[in-house]
């Protein structure tokens, strides 16, 4: 049974149970009927409301936060890949450097064996 039907039948039955007590005598205003219809009209109000507030959740935020969750795993994923790059371009230039200086070392040292002053260099 669903909290619906279960309301709606609770409802009929205090409906005619209402019905009765009407037929027999006058009702108070704070009789015992009319606060159970009053709590149950609340209570029907409240399922209605989480109702909503469930369809709200499964249909908006939940794919909402599913979507953010895939845009996130995918950001990660692409700064990795650059960083990973990114670190690959500056060990080669570095590299680089490195074999440009160490070949610019061993002229200057064979420069010095022989006396040759390299350009650029001072005496």
């Known amino acids: 049974y669903s909290v619906c039907g279960v309301l709606n039948s609770l409802s009929l039955c205090l409906s005619l149970s209402l019905s009765l007590s009407l037929c027999r005598k006058e009702q108070s205003v704070l009789s015992p009927v009319n606060c159970w219809n009053l709590l149950l009209s609340q209570v029907k109000r409240e399922s209605r409301d989480h109702a909503t507030l469930s369809d709200l959740y499964l249909n908006n935020i939940i794919p909402r936060f599913a979507q953010v969750s895939e845009d996130s795993g995918r950001l990660f994923k692409k700064s990795k890949e650059v960083g990973v790059q990114l670190q690959e371009d500056l060990m080669k230039v570095l590299n680089e450097l490195y074999a440009v200086r ?18 650029g260099q001072s005496t």
């Open 102 to 119: 160490l070949t610019r070392h061993t002229h200057t040292l064979h420069h010095n064996e022989t006396g040759v002053v390299c350009v």
